[in-house]
């Protein structure tokens, strides 16, 4: 069963509506169909939206692999958590005028120490449970 996975995901989720509601209503506000229309808000929220939907993606497909692959529960929400942490932070450093580059850098450092946490985790624990 993937509990801590389908919580993380579901959290991710919330946040990923909240996050196209933003650009949906800075388009309507704005008048534009397609693209930011040279509107510097939309384009920040088309941003924080799409570097979610980008980074978020594989990281809850390797915490799904950790959590089928015996992982203990608290572990998988620690990534999770840090993996959803960065990328808030990462949004709101896009989304507040002017941008706060030192919230963006703070949350993709975190995104990916995360994600390569997650790749060492799932390599190691696989080779383990493969060899052993």
């Not at 390797?62 to 960065?86: K, M, V, Y």
């Not at 709101?92 to 060492?120: D, E, H, S, Y």
Request: proline share 4%; with cysteine.
């Amino acid at each position: 069963m993937l509990l801590v996975t389908s919580i993380i995901a579901s959290v991710a989720t919330i946040f990923f509506i909240k996050l196209s509601f933003a650009v949906i209503g800075l388009r309507r506000k704005n008048k534009v169909v397609l693209g930011s229309g040279g509107h510097e808000d939309l384009e920040r929220a088309i941003r924080a939206q799409g570097n979610f939907a980008e980074y978020v993606p594989i990281g809850l497909i390797l915490i799904a692999c950790l959590e089928l692959n015996g992982a203990p529960w608290w572990l998988n929400s620690i990534l999770g958590t840090a993996l959803l942490s960065g990328r808030l932070i990462h949004a709101a450093g896009i989304n507040v005028p002017p941008p706060n580059f030192r919230k963006r850098v703070l949350g993709m450092q975190l995104t990916f120490v995360t994600l390569i946490a997650l790749v060492m985790l799932n390599l190691g624990w696989s080779l383990y449970k493969f060899v052993g």
